[in-house]
Each structure stands twice: as C-alpha cells, then as structure tokens.
C-alpha cells in the first residue's frame, strides 16, 4: 500500500473504472503519479485535465490527510495491488483502488459466501438464516460469510456466524469507524472480536448522501464465489446484489419460499427464471460451488505420475484459481483440446473447478 494508491482514489472526474483502466495500463500507482502528461494521454488515452492533475500530483495531500485518518482511527487500508486484497474482487471491472478495513484483514482473502435478503425478514427467513449458519459451520468452517450488516437478512447471517464460530465481513455503505445502523455496533464489534472485519470503499472525507448502497452491493457480489438471496420480494437490494453477482459470472442462488408470500417472490423469481439454483442447506451451496469434494489420502497422483501434456499445462497455473480463456492464452491449446485435457486432470485429482468456470491445481 502506498500513497499513491489512496491519491489515485481523490482525483477529480477519474472514478473507479478510470483508476482500474489507468492501474492494468500502469500496474502500480507509484508508475502512474512517475508517468508525463503526455505518457498519461498517449498510454492511457486519459482526458487533458485528467492528465494534467495527475502529473501535478492532485490527490497526493488528500492521501497523506486519509492515511494520517486511518491510523488515527486503527483503520487499515487495502490497495487492490496488495496480497491482503479479496482476490475475487480484483477480477471485476469495477473494483475499487483501495478499500478501508476495520477488523483482520486476512478473513478477506479466503473462500466466501454472500448471504443477503430482506430487511422485512419473516420468521421463514430468520429459521433458513439460522439453520445455514449452523450447517456451514459444521460441513465448512473456514468459510467467510459476507453481508451489507442491514436489518433483517443481513444481521441475521452475521449473528448466526458468530454464535457458531464462522468469521464474517460486513461490506458497508459508510464512511468507518462508523457503524450504520447504530443498532448494530455491538454486533460488528462482536464480528470483529471472532476473526471478521468490516469493509468500505469511502475514505473519511466522503460526503454521504444515501447513493452508496447500490455501489456496496457490488462490493458484496464481488468479493465472493457465489451470492445466496434467502429471502427477497421482487424488488429491493439482495435482487441488485444477485444482478451484479450474475453479471461477474458468479454463482447465485436462492432460498426457495411459498408461491403466496410477498418475501419470497424475488427468490422463487431467480429460481423460475433461471437465474439462481434452489438452494435449502448449506451442503447444497458447498456442493454447486464443488467446494463439499474431498479426495482420501490427497490427490491420486503425483505431478510425475501425469501426462507430459498435463504437466506442462499445470506451469501455467498461479496460486489464484484461472479461468480456460487465460489456461488457453497461456498454452497455445485449441479450447477442444484444453477442455479434454482439463477434464482428465480433474479426474486425476491434479485440478479442480470452482466458481465462474475457473480451475485451480491441487498438487
């Protein structure tokens, strides 16, 4: 994390995607705020007055305010070119420069789900949250349960999470240390007391006018393998969360509810129309992410014992899990070719898929 990561986040007229744009151009903000005018506008094709800013250092003092605020406050900030940084949320178009983080930042970087819902939760909700909860601590406890901290559907998933030891991250619309609602403080400091942490994009001089709940939601889609709605009407926040989640190529589900109630119009909706599995226990989530297999005695082979095409194959590998268009770009295969290849190395127990059609290896 430098400064000139959080700087990049204060230039005026940039925005996210021109921060993400001018970050995969530059690939650290140290070069970009080193770069000319003219290499800005030649290289990234940046406006003049863009441009001009940035080569004359605007936002560098706002930064050096911001980071004297964080360490004020214990807040740690998270620059998206750093290791602690939700590697599924770096995969988006839109992802922040930087996010705020009260709590361990280390529960950002493993597996997650997103639980959202209604903030008119009915007793139907409140159960399924419960029973989740206790499930996904006892089929998967090193699972991270992420959600906005919102009345009803959100809280829920958070307390659940806690009384059964999972960690948990809320993603909020609010500038920290604050906590929005207020009612839940002592519940986020509950989270964060067991290993969870909560998270913003919106630095201490952000004006809040109420336009950051959608924006949140992104964060919340992006961050996870997959978004469970348990209880929605066909309308509201968990239904924006699981378009953007169905739009970064994410696994949705969807608490099936009767035909007749209002809150579950929006689930049984998704699960109609296609767009969600129907998910009842948390081994129904584990088991569409492939996150429930386990192979006895490690994988059935060595690297040594694979095919000459398989090894080399698995060179192209990172520690994240890669998608076949980048395992394609990568070895030169024909997609027939690598699909096969992919396939029997599955079977092999040397790679396994995970959410959004990715592979990682597992020798």
Known sequence: MTVEDMALTFVPKLGVRGAVHLLRCFGSAAAIYSASEDELRSRAELRADIARDIANGRGMRDAEREAEYCRRCGITPVASTDDAYPPLLREIDDYPAVIYVNGDVEALTRRSV???????????????CDALMRELSEAAPDVVVVSGLAYGVDSACH????????????????????????????????????????????????????????????????????????????????????A??????????????????????????????????????????????????????????????????????????????????VLQLRSGLAPSELAALLMDMEFDGAVRRVAGNRYEKTI
């Open 244 to 325: 953007f989640a169905d739009g970064y190529d994410r696994t949705v589900l969807a608490v099936p509810g009767r035909a007749t109630d209002e809150c579950s119009r929006g689930t049984n909706a998704l699960i109609f129309n296609r767009k969600a599995q129907p998910v009842m226990s948390a081994r129904d989530i584990l088991h569409e992410l492939m996150w429930d297999a386990r192979t006895e005695g490690g994988p059935r082979h060595a690297a040594s014992d694979l095919s000459d095409d398989a090894r080399a194959l698995l060179r192209h590998f990172d520690a994240d899990p890669v998608t076949m268009d």
């Open 159 to 242: 307390r659940g999470a806690v009384t059964y030891g999972l960690a948990t991250v809320g993603v909020l619309a609010n500038v920290l240390p604050a906590v929005a609602p207020t009612a839940h403080e002592r519940l986020a400091a509950s989270m964060i007391a067991k290993g969870g942490a909560l998270v913003t994009e919106l630095n201490s001089q952000t004006k809040q006018n109420g336009r950051y709940f959608v924006p949140r939601n992104r964060l919340i889609a992006g961050m996870c393998a997959a978004t469970v709605v348990v209880e929605s009407p066909d309308a509201g926040g968990a239904m924006v969360t699981a």
């Open 114 to 128: 997103a639980f959202v819902g209604t903030r008119r939760m009915t007793s139907y909700g409140s159960r399924m």
